[in-house]
């Protein structure tokens, strides 16, 4: 209201969106206190994400979308090509799909490459593992959780020592793999 009665209504764009996740009523609340700390729980990682113009057309994405998208969306909204450095797609370009996203956290407290494991969430539309790696041992780590969303979507069953189901997550593994190197660099 405020917009409109400014007269800037049509000429912003408006965006409502979270640094993290919380509990919806619709999801299992997990019991554990280690949970709101050192877990990558859809319930704690699904934001809400909104961008609103008056000249947009309402509409619902059902894809995967990361954090770094808002930015490369946004510079597309206003008519500006993203700079090449931008890892993020525009979620308005035809046929944008994000094949997955990463979480990553090191848990409680300030991050310590030296001292603290780096843990490497990387989640498809269909599944998701949680991958260690202990510090001063490179990028090699393992796998501490798996979920198969598409039997499991409330991610209570970890299949992680399940080595059918962990052999058909290489390629996931390989993102966090690759992830570490990055954040070690």
Not at 3 to 31: C, S, W, Y
Not at 126 to 134: F, W
């Amino acid at each position: 209201e405020m917009l409109k009665e400014r007269g800037i209504l049509d000429d912003t764009i408006v965006v409502i969106t979270a640094d993290h996740g919380g509990q919806f009523p619709n999801i299992p609340v997990r019991d554990s206190e280690v949970h709101r700390v050192d877990s990558f729980v859809d319930e704690l990682y699904r934001i809400p994400l909104i961008f609103y113009n008056t000249k947009m057309k309402a509409e619902e994405y059902k894809g995967l979308v990361s954090s770094v998208d808002i930015n490369t969306t946004l510079l597309d909204m206003v008519g500006i090509d993203s700079p090449s450095t931008f890892r993020g797609g525009s979620i308005l370009s035809q046929g944008f799909e994000r094949d997955h996203v990463l979480f990553e956290n090191q848990g409680r407290g300030p991050c310590h490459l030296k001292y603290k494991p780096i843990k490497i969430c990387v989640r498809t539309k269909s599944k998701k593992i949680v991958y260690e790696c202990q510090p001063n041992i490179g990028n090699r780590g393992v796998v501490i959780e798996a979920f198969d969303l598409s039997v499991d979507p409330e991610e209570f069953i970890n299949l992680s020592s399940n080595k059918d189901f962990i052999s058909t997550c290489t390629r996931l593994i390989k993102i966090a793999e690759l992830r570490v190197t990055e954040i070690l660099k």
